[in-house]
């Protein structure tokens, strides 16, 4: 079973940035399309980003684009989120996962963004 954890979130004020982490038990993540979701509060997950297992194709959702940054390195096993400009709106709790059926989730990690 693959384990992943989720880090880097915080508190940050409006316009700030912060860099998220996913780390996968195994090797496995690095042959996989991975995505990061996000759960604001009372609100179902949402996919955020996707990145190809090659790193050569990167999918935005509108509400992030050309704020987030999704990006990985397979040799550490880990890929990224970086997000820049942040909003109030973008307050939630974030994941990763691999896209189509999720392996379990983890604890991921709390971004609060305060006005």
Known sequence: QVQL???GG???QAGGSLRLSCAASGSILSVITMGWYRQ??????ELVASIDRYGGTTIHADSVKGRFTIS??????TVY???MSLNPEDTAVY????LGPSWA???????T???
């Open 81 to 83: 989120l970086q997000m």
């Open 10 to 12: 915080g508190l940050v």
């Open 40 to 45: 604001p509060p009372g609100k179902q997950r």
């Open 105 to 111: 989730w983890g604890q991921g990690t709390q971004v």
């Open 72 to 77: 990985r390195v397979n040799a550490k096993n």
């Open 95 to 98: 994941y990763c996962n691999r």
């Open 113 to 115: 963004v305060s006005s």
């Open 5 to 7: 954890v989720e880090s």
